[in-house]
């Protein structure tokens, strides 16, 4: 667990990973072995880990390819979870610029 403070920021953050998160589990039920849908799945995982503070490795957050998976790939698989991914590529942009 992180030694900062949660701000209603980070909580934010965290909540739209979880939900993507979850989302993207309910989706892989429905495709199991969906190649781009575990990759986001493992995406997700890092990316909650990294805000939780389970881990701090940020080298990764530049291979976070979400947004472009929900445009291309995601997207005629499950609308509402392509939209959650484009909202957690933003947030991990954010957390690639914004270092701390």
């Given amino acids: 667990m ?3 403070e949660e701000t209603p920021d980070m909580r934010d953050r965290k ?3 979880e939900s993507a998160l979850d989302r993207t589990r309910q989706v892989l039920r429905k ?3 969906d190649g ?3 990759s986001v799945e493992k995406q997700l995982e890092y990316l909650l880990g990294l805000e939780t503070g389970e881990h701090n490795d940020r080298s990764r957050l ?3 390819i979400l947004g472009v998976q929900a ?3 995601i997207e005629q698989l499950d609308s509402e979870l392509a939209d ?3 909202d957690a590529a933003i947030e991990a942009r954010d957390m690639d610029y914004r270092r701390y």
């Fill in 2 to 4: 992180s030694l900062r």
């Fill in 15 to 17: 909540k739209i990973f």
């Fill in 31 to 33: 495709f199991p072995g």
């Fill in 36 to 38: 781009p849908l575990e």
């Fill in 62 to 64: 530049r291979d976070i």
């Fill in 71 to 73: 445009g291309k790939l």
């Fill in 84 to 86: 959650m991914l484009v």
